[in-house]
C-alpha cells in the first residue's frame, strides 16, 4: 500500500520565478492539505483539496494556488517567487468519506530553495 | 484562540529515561490532538492521537495524557532510545471535513544520549 508520494525532491528556483510541486495521495485517500514547514517551525496549513475544489485556505496570499485532479492527486502551485518561500513544503492525505476523517498522512516533502 | 503552545524547545533524556512533551490550546472547539514524529529532511510520521472523550492513550513506548479542563496534553516516550532521537510536534484541529486543518505547536527536538 502505497502512501503519500511527492515530486520532485528538491527544487531550486529563482526570486520571481513559479514553481509546480506534485503530490500523490495514499490509496484510498480523496482529500490533500498543503503545508508549509520553515526551517525550525512546525508546518503551517495553506489549503485543502476535496471533489477537485479547495475547500479551506490558510493565511497565504493567493500566489499560491492549487489543483486536484479527478484521480485525488493534487498540484501546489507558487507564483513570483520570493525568497521567504523557501521551505519544505509537505502533502498530507486523509479520507473525508471514511470512519477517520481527520487522520492526515504525510509525505516526505519537496524541499524548495529560492535564490 | 488557534494556537497551540509546545514545550519545551529542546530535550535531553538519558537512553532508559522518560521523555515529556507537554501542548496546551485554547480553543476548546479542538476535538482531534496528534503527535508526529520528525526526522532531519523527512514529512512527519503520525505517532499517536486523542480525542477529548478519553483521559489517556496508550500505544507501545508512547503515551498521550490529556486534560480537558485544563486544555492541556502532553506525551510520554517511555524507555526512551537513541532512535527516537528526533522532532516531535503536537498539533490540534477542529471536526468535520471542511474544517480540520491541523494547526501545529512549535516542535520539540528530543535528543537520547546513550
Known amino acids: 500500500d502505497a502512501g503519500v508520494t511527492q515530486s520532485p525532491t528538491h527544487l531550486i528556483k529563482t526570486r520571481g520565478q513559479q514553481v509546480t510541486l506534485r503530490c500523490s495521495p495514499k490509496s484510498g485517500h480523496d482529500t490533500v492539505s498543503w503545508y508549509q514547514q520553515a526551517l525550525g517551525q512546525g508546518p503551517q496549513f495553506i489549503f485543502q483539496?476535496?471533489?477537485?475544489?479547495?475547500?479551506q485556505r490558510g493565511n497565504f496570499p493567493d500566489r499560491f494556488s492549487g489543483h486536484q485532479y479527478p484521480n485525488y492527486s493534487s498540484e501546489l502551485n507558487v507564483n513570483a517567487l520570493l525568497l521567504g518561500d523557501s521551505a519544505l513544503y509537505l502533502c498530507a492525505s486523509s479520507d473525508t468519506g471514511g470512519a477517520d476523517t481527520d487522520t492526515q498522512y504525510f509525505g516526505p516533502g519537496t524541499r524548495l530553495t529560492v535564490l | 484562540q488557534q494556537q497551540v503552545k509546545q514545550s519545551p524547545q529542546s530535550l535531553i533524556v538519558q537512553k532508559g529515561g522518560i521523555s515529556i512533551i507537554n501542548c496546551a490550546y485554547e480553543?476548546?472547539?479542538?476535538?482531534?490532538f496528534p503527535w508526529y514524529q520528525q526526522f532531519p529532511g523527512k514529512g512527519p510520521a503520525l505517532l499517536i492521537a486523542?480525542?477529548?472523550?478519553?483521559s489517556e492513550k496508550k500505544e507501545g513506548r508512547f503515551t498521550i495524557s490529556f486534560n480537558k479542563s485544563a486544555k492541556q496534553f502532553s506525551l510520554h516516550i517511555m524507555d526512551s532510545q537513541p532512535g527516537d532521537s528526533a522532532t516531535y510536534f503536537c498539533a490540534a484541529s477542529r471536526p468535520g471535513g471542511a474544517t480540520n486543518k491541523l494547526i501545529f505547536g512549535t516542535g520539540t527536538l528530543l535528543a537520547v544520549q546513550p
Open positions: 483539496y476535496y471533489e477537485e475544489e479547495e475547500r
Open positions: 486523542i480525542r477529548p472523550d478519553v
Open positions: 480553543n476548546t472547539a479542538f476535538d482531534y
